[in-house]
Every structure is written in structure tokens, then in C-alpha cells.
């Protein structure tokens, strides 16, 4: 007997070892009110949301995601059979789940022979929300979709898909079969095959006279058997579909069983969902609250603006494919999106493009990272930069962050023909910036060039000297000066010195960083070095206010005002073409109809010809 129970001990230690997954209660089930509405039980780990799995009593109860989740393990469970779903045909998932912006990522399912296949296999009268699900990888028979298999009188708000989804009949990248339920603000970016039929974008199949869709949008390719759609593979019994769409030319599909069809470029455009006169749109998308867009995040598709993470950073140097990035001396620079939470800090990574990705640095909240090696030339390199903001012991990561590259320079540069023992600055009282540098040595030289920029890149710096500083060509130290008067406040200038032998070679020592600080909020315009939206002033205004903007080359642009619920109140500058330089428009608070603003958020947006976009948000005061 004791025999058999040693086996039957090492035979039940082997399958929890084979097959890894543990059902652990969260931190608040012993809690006399745990599971309510009052205090819902906490999910922050793989095996809290197991244990919702694996216990069918649990599915009328209330939950709250408090962490991102990493599902990986998921793939080697049941005999890598995968997740085991939560609800099914016979016990209903009931209850609330709000997962509040956190993700779960690498959720695995291949049970080809069953149905009702997602995160959640089977809902009835539940609500759904703030789910994140990224790269999901499901294969299923009937109703597969990338949160619900067969969604029933259930609310799905905020929730969101990526990865693949395989099903014989009825695969929707966020539900499977869909009926009598609402399901408004949502996405899904997954890839759908159903090879029998119903396969969409968004959902396989809708219907009911209760089922609405609202605010969605789907942009993974959709194929298969037959009824496919881009967002709804097939609908019937009065299911209705407001104000989405789906990517005609991602998905394959330019038709669907609800919703609208359009262009990449034009699911894009800000303007589809917040122009009422767009096919398609009878409401606008909240992106106030709701809803963000950035031409660098998440493919430039709208994303989520959950307040529980912060959103990706901007890119300041190197920028985005640029070329000719020196290999020596080089700083990573970037800025946060001020549009989300500040960042507790940041990882940080760079490699030579095509190589691994390697481990992350974390950095705190420093937004620079200087390099100490020399990197290769003619080499492109990408690096990429993820915000956190830290929840207790968790650090949760901003999503949709991009991976920016450059490329290096093809030859070193030249030796320098003079050596400098000292370049400094300093802002003086007047707020001018005073450029100073001691020569120990010069021999043959003919003077110095100073050059500015509003970011650390050589490339778009300009010479701001309107003649040659004569050198002294001394044997002692020589020191000497330069007053920059053209500097703006609120402004970070980087400045090289340039010094030029009687034979004209010449290189570079810098950059040197000022950031010029001012009370009132005047200065002096600086000679404009990059495409920038740069703000509005005063802010807030009443009754008008500039916004200034500078172009780093001619282009045309035009720069709209939207009130806080993104209605389009005026065109301040229609497809006009400026040439290189710092310019600013003035807004006077009123709309197309020549109306007065009321007080209020506004938001400013500026799209020129050559690609760049920006939003801005300012407060009209009365």
C-alpha cells in the first residue's frame, strides 16, 4: 500500500510538473465581501486566472486585473492542449471581468475538436472590460474568438485583440458567435480563418435584435470557406453595426456583414472618426477619454488611452530612420508622451538591426542614454524605448511601442586642426547664451563657426556666426567668446564649435546642451531647424491664442481645432504652403460659423505634406 502511494504521489507530481498550471486564489479571497461588486477578487498572476478557470463556481463572481500577465506557459498545458477556457455550455460566465488596461499576452489554445474557444468560452448576461490581449494563438471547431467563443446578452467595452485565430466555422479576431449583445470601443488586430465559413475580422457571426456594435474597428486579414467579412463574417435576426469599420486592404475583405470598409491610409486618418461627414460615421469616437492616435504608435491605428499605463515615448535623437549618425559620443535621447501618466522609468535597448533583440536596460526615469563604445559604420542600428509606470511591486509597460533605426555615418570623421582645453556655456541675465572655449594650441588656423540646434543632431544644426571668428594662431592659451542673442525661452539648444585651418579642414567638437529658462513666457524666435507643432501661447487663452509651429523644409500643412469631444470646430490653416522657418497662426476662439467657443479643452492638430502629425490639447478660459 505504501508502495502504491508513492507511485501515485510521483505519478500526480509528474503530471502538475507536465503539465504547469496551479490554481491560486488571490490576495483578498478571504475577504467576508470578496468577489463582489465591492471587492472584486484581485487577478495579478497566470495561476489567479487559472484558478477562475478551473473552478465553475467562481463564474458569476466579480474580478479585477491588477497586473500584466504573461499566458506563455499556457502552451505546454493538457498535453499542449492549451488554456481551458472560462465558462462553458453548461455553466455560464455570468459575472464582470474588468481587466483595467492590464494585459494578458501569449494565450495558447488548440483543442480543434471543441467549440466555444477564447479567454472566456461561454458568456451569458456578463460584462467584459479593459481586456488587453496580445498575441493570442487559438485553434478551435466552432465559436473561436480572441476573448469570447459564444458571447450571449454580455457588455464588451474596451477590449482589445491581436495574434490568430483558427477555427471550421464561426472565428472572429474578438468573438466567435455573437447574440443579443452590445459591444461598443473595442478592436481586434488578429488574423482570421474560418475554413468552412463565418470568419471576421471582429466577430465570425452576429445576431439578435439586441446585438449592437458600435465604435469598433477590426484591420487583420480574414479567409476561408464562405461568409467572410472584414469585420462580421455573417449577421442575421436584426443584429446592427454604428460607426466602424474595417481595413479593406490588411483584411482582403471589401465586404462585410456590418460596418464600413476603408482604405489603410484612411483608417489613418483622424478624420474618419471624428468628422461626422466620413461614410459611415454618425457618431463621433470619444478621444478625450477613450481613444488616441499617433502616426508612430500601434501601426498609427487609434489605440486605447487607458490611464492605468503610460503611452510610448517620442523619439527626439537619433531620429527615426535618419542617416549619418556619428559613431562615437553618440546619447539616445527621448521624451514622454505627456498625453498619458508620467513614467516611473524606462527600459532601454539597442542592437544592430536584423541581430536579436537583446535584454532590456532599465533606466529609472532618465530620458538620455549615452553610449561608451564606438558603434560600426555605414550600420543600421534600431533601438526601441518601453515607459512603465510602477503599481506596487509590478512595473507596467506602456503598449504599442515602436522600434525607431538609424543609420551610422560611412567614414570617420576628419581630425580636428586645434585643441581645445575647454568649451563651456552659460545663460546670462538677458537670457542669452554665452559660448566660451580656451585654445591651448593653434598653428595655421584660420577661425571658428558656431552652430545651433533644437535637437542633438549635427545634421540639422546651422551656422548662427555671421562672419568667420579669426583664430590668433598664438603659442599660449588663447581664450575666447561668442554670444548667441537669438535664443527662445523654454527652449533646449545643442551647439558645436567649428574650427577651420588656413588649408579649410575643419571638424566639430560638441555638442554642448543650454536649456534656457524664462519667467514671463516671451523671447526671441530661434531660425527653425525641425518640423515641430510647438505649442499655443497663452495657455490657457482668452479670447485667442498663437500656435506656432516650425518646418524643417517647405511644406504644405494645415492645422485643425477639435473641441473635447473631437467635433471639427475650424480649419485654421487649409493645405497652405510655407517655406522652411517659425511661423504662428492666430486662433480667435470661434468656429466655422464664426460662433463663439465656449470654455473649454480644444485640441489642435497639425498634418503637413510630408507626413509629419501632431495633437495638442489647450484651454480656452473665460
Not at 146 to 166: A, H, K, R, W, Y
Not at 224 to 235: D, E, R, T
Not at 289 to 300: C, L, P, Q, R
Not at 605 to 622: D, F, N, P, R, W
Request: hydrophobic share 35%; with cysteine.
Amino acid at each position: 500500500m505504501k508502495t502504491l502511494s508513492l507511485f501515485l504521489l510521483i505519478f500526480l507530481a509528474f503530471n502538475f510538473m507536465l503539465w504547469g498550471q496551479t490554481a491560486t486564489p488571490p490576495a483578498n479571497v478571504e475577504d467576508a465581501d470578496a468577489g463582489t461588486s465591492d471587492n472584486p477578487y484581485e487577478i495579478a498572476t497566470l495561476n489567479n486566472l487559472y484558478w477562475i478557470a478551473a473552478g465553475d463556481t467562481l463564474w458569476s463572481s466579480h474580478f479585477i486585473q491588477t497586473a500584466d500577465i504573461d499566458a506563455s506557459d499556457t502552451s505546454s498545458w493538457d498535453d499542449d492542449k492549451g488554456w481551458f477556457k472560462i465558462g462553458n455550455s453548461t455553466t455560464k460566465f455570468t459575472g464582470v471581468y474588468d481587466g483595467q488596461g492590464y494585459s494578458i499576452s501569449n494565450l495558447f489554445i488548440d483543442r480543434s475538436s471543441a467549440s466555444n474557444i477564447g479567454l472566456f468560452g461561454y458568456t451569458q448576461g456578463a460584462e467584459l472590460k479593459g481586456i488587453i490581449l496580445i498575441n493570442v494563438d487559438f485553434v478551435g471547431d466552432n465559436a473561436v474568438g480572441g476573448l469570447v467563443g459564444q458571447n450571449f446578452e454580455t457588455d464588451i467595452t474596451m477590449c482589445m485583440t491581436t495574434g490568430f485565430i483558427v477555427a471550421y466555422t464561426n472565428g472572429g479576431g474578438l468573438v466567435g458567435y455573437n447574440t443579443d449583445s452590445e459591444i461598443n470601443n473595442s478592436f481586434s488586430r488578429c488574423n482570421v480563418s474560418a475554413s468552412f465559413f463565418g470568419a471576421g475580422g471582429l466577430i465570425g457571426q452576429s445576431t439578435g435584435e439586441f446585438a449592437l456594435i458600435d465604435k469598433c474597428y477590426s484591420t487583420g486579414t480574414v479567409g476561408g470557406g464562405v461568409l467572410l467579412g472584414g469585420l462580421i463574417g455573417a449577421s442575421s435576426g436584426g443584429s446592427e453595426t454604428e460607426n466602424s469599420f474595417w481595413d479593406r486592404e490588411t483584411s482582403g475583405q471589401t465586404t462585410s456583414s456590418g460596418g464600413t470598409g476603408k482604405n489603410t491610409s484612411v483608417m489613418k486618418d483622424i478624420d474618419t472618426y471624428t468628422d461626422t461627414s466620413t461614410t459611415g460615421l454618425d457618431e463621433i469616437w470619444d478621444f478625450v477619454d477613450i481613444w488616441a492616435m499617433y502616426s508612430h504608435v500601434n501601426d498609427g491605428y487609434p489605440i486605447f488611452r487607458f490611464g492605468v499605463r503610460p503611452l510610448p515615448a517620442l523619439v527626439i535623437y537619433p531620429p527615426h530612420e535618419s542617416i549619418d549618425i556619428p559613431v562615437s559620443n553618440l546619447t539616445f535621447e527621448w521624451e514622454y508622451n505627456t498625453d498619458g501618466p508620467a513614467p516611473d522609468g524606462y527600459f532601454f535597448a539597442y542592437w544592430k538591426t536584423g541581430d536579436s533583440q537583446p535584454a532590456m536596460t532599465d533606466l529609472d526615469d532618465d530620458t538620455e542614454y549615452p553610449l561608451a563604445v564606438t558603434l560600426d559604420l555605414d550600420t543600421e542600428y534600431s533601438w526601441q524605448v518601453i515607459p512603465y509606470v510602477t503599481k506596487g511591486s509590478d512595473k507596467v509597460e506602456a503598449l504599442y511601442c515602436p522600434t525607431w533605426t538609424f543609420t551610422t555615418q560611412t567614414e570617420e570623421d576628419p581630425p580636428l586642426p586645434v585643441e581645445l582645453s575647454a568649451f563651456t556655456a552659460q545663460v546670462t541675465a538677458d537670457m542669452a547664451v554665452n559660448l566660451q572655449w580656451r585654445a591651448e594650441t593653434e598653428t595655421n588656423m584660420l577661425g571658428y563657426n558656431v552652430y545651433r540646434s533644437l535637437v542633438n543632431s549635427l545634421a540639422d544644426a546651422f551656422k548662427i556666426n555671421t562672419s568667420l571668428i579669426d583664430a590668433h594662431n598664438s603659442s599660449t592659451t588663447i581664450n575666447y567668446s561668442y554670444i548667441d542673442n537669438a535664443a527662445m525661452s523654454g527652449q533646449i539648444y545643442y551647439y558645436w564649435l567649428q574650427p577651420i585651418d588656413m588649408d579649410l579642414t575643419y571638424g566639430f567638437h560638441g555638442p554642448l546642451s543650454v536649456t534656457v529658462e524664462y519667467d514671463d513666457g516671451s523671447g526671441t524666435s530661434p531660425n527653425v531647424v525641425r518640423t515641430e507643432l510647438l505649442g499655443a501661447y497663452p495657455n490657457p487663452f482668452n479670447p485667442a491664442t498663437a500656435i506656432q509651429f516650425g518646418l524643417a523644409e517647405g511644406a504644405e500643412v494645415t492645422i485643425t481645432i477639435y473641441n473635447s469631444r473631437g467635433q471639427r470646430m475650424q480649419t485654421l490653416v487649409d493645405n497652405q504652403y510655407y517655406p522652411r522657418g517659425f511661423y504662428s497662426e492666430v486662433w480667435n476662439s470661434k468656429d466655422i460659423q464664426g460662433r463663439q467657443a465656449s470654455s473649454g479643452i480644444y485640441f489642435y492638430k497639425m498634418v503637413t505634406s510630408q507626413g509629419y502629425e501632431a495633437i495638442k490639447k489647450m484651454v480656452l478660459m473665460k
